[in-house]
């Protein structure tokens, strides 16, 4: 093990290496700090050199978790690992080409691939023991080969594969090369953030088709292929059919007759693409066709995990849509493919709804892990007369969460970030905030902005890393791109404001959501809303305390955060908290910081 054993770190190193040996699946909620990359990979490479697994798959939700594998795996490889390594990246991201086509007449790269390939993958085994993103491109232009698919390849030949969830769950992109039989293998699956697996499981195995999609589809057509436009109007007329009978959603029972319409279209479909066509918008027909095959696809997973329905989208589109409320079972399929899963992240709370949702086997285990932390490095209040509900969001609310913001401020000059539940309640919040006189004058105020480009991303972190003379405010979205996978260290960050419970935005999806629960477990507002909002808020909070170094303060700006309901799903390291009023925050807020320099 390359470092010192943290408090508890052993104990949860040895519980991932019985998980392995014992061939089951194991959840660990993990706070901040505990060291969980290192902790769930050391026991993993263990198991593989004892000849208990094969393969490591390290499977992750964003970049820069993959970033922090791949890093891990580099010390682990300090200290004597021989195994390869390489983390896949998306085919967009890789292709050479201005623009991706992958036919051999577009493409030089595709052209002559496999008379190729063996040599160049052979080549990059021989001279690479991590192999990554940049490496993988050299080698490709070197070669001239596709870059991806000599990456898919290589996954054959190497010891542990970083990559995204994608490549074992999703229907569509998986790797083939390994899961396609289902036979179980000696793998090791480690899924890290393993919270955002959910929603991520819903998407993969849900499909949606839209009525207006076969009405442009049928306009391209026209002229080239009578049975298709022919199939299209029926689609297009069962739909419309639906349409009618549709005011907001409609939750449907049986859709036999609109599946043997979309049925008939695809085999036309088939048919028109045998022969050689020339058109414009072959692109858009060829991506239509692959979601009409989509969806006949997860039409035969659904089950009483699924409910199909019809929506009146607010942009005016209709659609019809087979929603996987539950993925639990479509997910164990792909788990039984593997010996073991580890599924870890530091908001894992509460353990049976990730138990219920990520897997349908009764006997997983799970362990919290100690926090390494003191107390005394973080202080947590709770704002007791301020709320983000909708009926309490008018101009004298914002005033007073904007001034709860400003005194929490005072207390210490540093840098701080607020959390919102919306881009809306940010811009009121913040405008509120900005009128308060000479404000400019004693801090600086960033703001988070709607799909940052990469560059804005990195400016708007590096603001907390510059020296400066004022406080630093910057204002950003819960379950943003800010409020997880970010580490500001030490005086980077000393404060992080939470306003609101974080609850997902009310839709037709989440109401339905709420009633397929309710009956189910009869806790139906809780797994459509409270769960998923709690946590947005632990993971905005756990951009805080990073290091053994770091002090900071936490205010949750919510009455509702004192409900027994929300406590319940509190950490066990927010045990202590202090209830404070908006005369008050500020002089406790001063106290915590002088007890602690």
Known sequence: FPFFFFLGQKELVADVYRTIKREKILFIQAPTGTGKTISTLFPAVKAVGEGLADKIFYLTAKTITRTIARETFQILQEYGYQGRVITLTAKEKLCLCEEMDCNPLHCPYAKGHYDRVNEA???????????????????AEKFQV???????????????????????????????????????????????????????????????????????????????SQTCVKELERCNKHLLELKRECRTYQILDNISGLLFSFLQLCVAMEEFFLKDINLPEKKEVQEFYL????????????????????????????????????PAANLQE???????????????????????????????????????????QQFLAIGKE?????????????????????????????????????????????????????????????????????????????????????TLIGFCIMGGIFSEGIDLKQEALIGVIIVGTGLPQVSNEREILQQFYEKKEDSGFAYAFRYPGMNKVLQAAGRLIRTMEDKGMILLLDERFLQ??????????WNNYQIVTLSQVRSVMETFWDNNY
């Open 121 to 139: 993958v052979f080549d990059l085994l021989k001279k690479e023991q991590d192999i990554t993103r940049e490496r993988l491109i050299e080698q």
């Open 564 to 573: 027994k309901e929300y406590q319940y799903l509190f950490p066990r390291e």
């Open 334 to 376: 792909c788990l039984e493919k593997g010996r073991s899963t580890i599924f870890f992240s530091a908001t894992l709370l509460p353990i049976q709804y990730y138990k219920k949702l990520l897997s349908t086997k009764e006997d997983n285990y799970a362990v919290y892990a100690q926090t390494i932390f003191k107390q005394s």
């Open 386 to 470: 301020v709320s983000s509900k909708y009926s309490r969001r008018t101009e004298q609310e914002f005033q007073k969460i904007a001034d709860y913001i400003y005194e929490a401020a005072k207390a210490k000059k540093g840098n701080y970030m607020v959390f919102f539940p919306s881009y809306k309640m940010m811009e009121q919040v913040q405008k509120k905030f900005l009128e308060r006189e000479k404000i400019l004058e004693e801090m600086d105020c960033i703001c988070q902005e709607n799909a940052m480009p990469e560059q804005a991303r990195e400016q708007f972190l590096e603001a907390f890393l510059e020296k400066r003379d004022k």
């Open 291 to 326: 979601e009409l095959r989509h969806f006949l696809n997860i039409y035969e997973r659904v089950d009483e995990n699924y409910v199909i329905y019809t929506e009146q989208v607010p942009n005016g589109k209709f659609k019809v849509k087979l929603y996987c409320v539950n």
């Open 146 to 224: 596709c870059p991806f698919e000599m990456s898919l390849d290589t996954t054959l030949w190497v010891d542990s594969i970083i990559c995204d969830y994608n490549y074992l769950f999703d229907p569509n992109v998986y790797l083939k090369r390994f899961f396609s039989e289902s036979v179980k293998e000696e793998f090791i699956f480690l899924v890290d953030e393993a919270h955002n697996l959910v929603e991520r499981g819903r998407e993969m195995y849900s499909a949606t088709l839209y009525k207006e999609d076969f009405l442009s589809i049928k306009k391209i057509l026209k002229g080239h």
